[in-house]
């Protein structure tokens, strides 16, 4: 079984260009989360699709933030425009519905804003 | 503010030692508790996980307390060894409220000393 697909790796971006990361659930996984990764704050919220509907936005981050699920097997997390700030390890993670535990989670994109 | 807190960002432990990782949370409502291992470069995995109706599972060296009253929970993990060392993440639900998402602690760096 394919685990949680993330791309790219790495990105690299100057400050005010948008920037969209991409990441595929596990196949019949219907729960999807996005998370961002820093030292200091740890895993934040902020994005969470059940069934593709938008169930939770981290309110921080709404401004320049924005993740879609186009499909179930697809979804996008759009920074624009970027900032230094945002410069973080970017997770998405997905979940089967009905179970309310395990996360499996992707790679991640290392994104750096200079 | 962060409704799930690690409050050491490290730890050092000599090989064979208990690690012993905290976490403290705020919401009552939280009713699961689980702990993810990350290593460099790679996504956080589940270790191991509670509901709230136990206050402590066993899982080989691994072992989670919960401490409902004092809205805290913690990770022992026995006869420690190199490759524990890692970042360990914990994680608080409301699952009985019906909201899926996960809150994250920042992490607790554990490295495990010959």
């Known amino acids: 079984d394919a685990g949680v697909t993330q791309t790219p790796r790495h990105e690299v971006a100057e400050k005010g260009q948008t920037i969209i990361l991409k990441c595929e659930p596990v196949?019949?996984?219907?729960?999807l989360f996005w998370y961002r990764q820093t030292k200091i704050q740890g895993l934040e919220l902020l994005s969470y699709?059940?069934?593709?509907?938008?169930?939770?936005d981290g309110g921080a981050f709404k401004d320049r933030f924005k993740a879609e699920m186009l499909n179930s097997s697809f979804s996008t997390l759009k920074i624009q425009p970027t900032e230094p700030k945002d410069s973080a390890v970017y997770l998405c993670?997905?979940?089967?519905?009905?179970?309310?535990?395990?996360?499996?989670f992707g790679h991640g994109t290392k994104l750096s804003v200079l | 503010g962060q409704q799930v807190k690690q409050s050491s960002p490290s730890l050092t432990v000599q090989e064979g030692g208990i690690s012993i990782l905290n976490c403290d949370y705020e919401?009552?409502?939280?009713?699961?508790f689980a702990w993810y291992k990350k290593y460099p470069d790679n996504s956080p995995t589940l270790l191991i996980s509670?509901?709230?109706?136990?206050d402590k599972r066993e899982d080989g060296r691994l072992t989670v307390f919960l401490n409902k009253s004092g809205k805290h929970f913690s990770l022992h993990i026995t006869a420690s060894q190199p490759e524990d060392t890692a970042v360990y993440l914990c994680?608080?639900?409301?699952?009985?409220?019906?909201?899926?998402?996960?809150?994250f602690g920042a992490g607790t760096r554990l490295k495990v000393i010959a």
């Open positions: 993670a997905s979940r089967r519905t009905g179970s309310n535990e395990r996360l499996f």
């Open positions: 196949s019949g996984h219907n729960d």
């Open positions: 699709f059940r069934s593709k509907s938008l169930m939770e």
């Open positions: 919401n009552d409502m939280f009713d699961y």
């Open positions: 509670v509901r709230s109706n136990v």
């Open positions: 994680a608080a639900g409301a699952m009985g409220t019906g909201n899926y998402k996960y809150v």
